[in-house]
Structure formats: C-alpha cells, structure tokens
C-alpha cells in the first residue's frame, strides 16, 4: 500500500480517523523513551520506578527520575510530528488521538481532542489531603515535593499496577470500534491495556497504519501497513499525501 493510497482512505474516513502515540512520537523533542535506543530502560528498570507500590516504598527515589522529567518538559516543544496530527485534526482529517504520553505535547502542538490514557504530569496532587496543584508550581529542588499539609505529592498519572480511569479507557474503546484508519505512532506496544487499542480497531475493520523506525510486536500481529521512520518525518510526509488527496 502506498502512501497515496492511506491518504485516499483517510480522507474517506475524515473524522472517524484516529491515532495511537506513545513515547516515540517525543523523542524528536527531547523526550526519552522507555524501550528502544536511549531509552530509560538503559538507566532503570521502568516497571520498578513507575510502579505505584515503589512510589510508596520510596517516593523519593520516583522522583529523582519524574522530577528531572518535569523540569526538563518545562524547556521542550512539540516536534513536526505532534504538528502533522493537529494538522490533520485542524483539516477534519482526523477525529481524535488517544496517547500514552504524560507530556501534554500534543495539546501544545494544538491537538483539540486528546485522550490522555495514562494522564498528564502537568498537575500534582496530595496523597494525603487531595489537593491539586499545577507542576509549574511546585517545588522541586526538595525531592519529594510536599503540600503545605506535609503530604507526598504525585503526578495525575497512571503509575504501573494503576487502573486507567474510566473515562478514557471507554472513550479510547468507542473510538477504536468505530475508526476507518487508526495511525499507530511510536509505541512499542507491549504496555496493556493500551497495547489493545489497535487490536478492537482492527477487529472493527480498521486500516491499521504503523509508524516507528523498528518493528514491534504489533507490527506482525496488527498493523496492516507499516511505514518504518521517525514519526517527525513520515507523519508531515503523510499530512502531504492527504492534503493532495483531499484537493
Ligand atoms: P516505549 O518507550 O515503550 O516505546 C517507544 C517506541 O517509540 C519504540 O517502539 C521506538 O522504536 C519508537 N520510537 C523511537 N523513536 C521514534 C521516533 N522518532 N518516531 C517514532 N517512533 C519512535 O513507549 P510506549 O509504547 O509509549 O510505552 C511506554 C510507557 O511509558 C507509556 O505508557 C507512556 O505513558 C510512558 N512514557 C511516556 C513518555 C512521554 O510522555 N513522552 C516518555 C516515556 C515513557
Ligand atoms: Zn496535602
């Protein structure tokens, strides 16, 4: 199948298109990975510091990687990736993108209608008392960062052994049953039950269109084209393709 050819069906599909991304779709920002080449994983296993009971263990040792990663986001813009969604969301190309990412860059890139799975680290909460504040706020330089109350704070996200909330878990169901193409961007797709989105879109008969320089397991089992690059080149080239098609 030819770029040309997923663009001809995407703009049949118009709004009912969707897009899956995950931490791929940020490395060309800046944002490291967990899996893959200058991925995290390198550092530490991901599961353990991202896991809700080694939060509790030690809230100290999660935030010395989240915290860095917060006050790293303060600096780092969205790529031509994120822009190219937008773009097609903007051009009524594209209904929705459900994302992994906890990094709001999509938002920032001008994507209206976003899925956040796994939450966003821009608010902070009290495990004690409950109150929320926005990131930018808090104080950072003392890890962990406390409420006035002398509670921890954590970040609104999902953390590994977390449930997704129920909003956006029925919400990214509904869309997958229901979309003509699904972009499946820079996931590694082995993070459940997120992983499953493409599969309910497949089943529904979808067009699974996927996008990372290496191969997943997704690639084999789901994806019916598999367009190998970065997601900040293939995805402008893509928003190229349809905009010819459209015309
Ligand atoms: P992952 O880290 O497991 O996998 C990243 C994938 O991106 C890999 O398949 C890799 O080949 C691909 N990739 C690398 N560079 C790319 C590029 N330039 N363009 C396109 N793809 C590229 O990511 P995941 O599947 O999203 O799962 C990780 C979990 O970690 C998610 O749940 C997410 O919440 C969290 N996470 C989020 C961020 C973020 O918010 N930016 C960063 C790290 C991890
Ligand atoms: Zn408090």
Request: some cysteine.
């Amino acid at each position: 199948m030819t770029l040309e050819d997923i663009a001809k069906r995407m703009v049949e599909g118009g709004k009912s298109n969707a897009a899956l991304t995950g931490a791929g779709i940020s490395v060309e920002s800046g944002v490291p990975p967990f899996r893959g080449k200058g991925g995290l994983w390198e550092k530490v296993d991901p599961v353990e510091f991202a896991h809700i009971e080694a939060f509790r263990r030690d809230p100290a040792k999660y935030w010395s990687i989240r915290g860095p990663f917060i006050r790293d986001l303060r600096s780092i813009r969205p790529n031509a990736g994120h822009e190219a969604l937008a773009a097609l969301e903007a051009d009524g190309m594209l209904g929705a993108v459900i994302t992994q990412n906890i990094d709001g860059l999509h938002q920032e890139a001008g994507s209206r209608s976003v899925i956040e799975f796994h939450g966003n680290v821009a608010v902070l909460y009290c495990v004690e008392c409950r109150r929320r504040i926005p990131s930018a706020e808090a104080p950072l330089d003392d890890l962990p960062p406390r409420c006035g109350c002398g509670g921890v704070l954590r970040p609104d996200v999902v953390m590994f052994g977390e449930a997704i909330p129920p909003g956006p878990m029925i919400r990214s169901q509904e869309i997958a049953g229901s979309c003509a193409v699904m972009l499946v961007v820079g996931t590694s797709g082995v993070v459940q039950p997120a992983a499953s989105i493409p599969l309910i879109a497949r089943r529904a008969g979808a067009l699974i269109v996927e996008i990372n320089p290496d191969e997943t397991p997704l690639t084999e089992a789901v994806s019916d084209v598999f367009l190998a690059g970065k997601s900040g080149e293939v995805l402008p080239r893509l928003l190229e393709a349809v905009r010819r098609a459209g015309r």
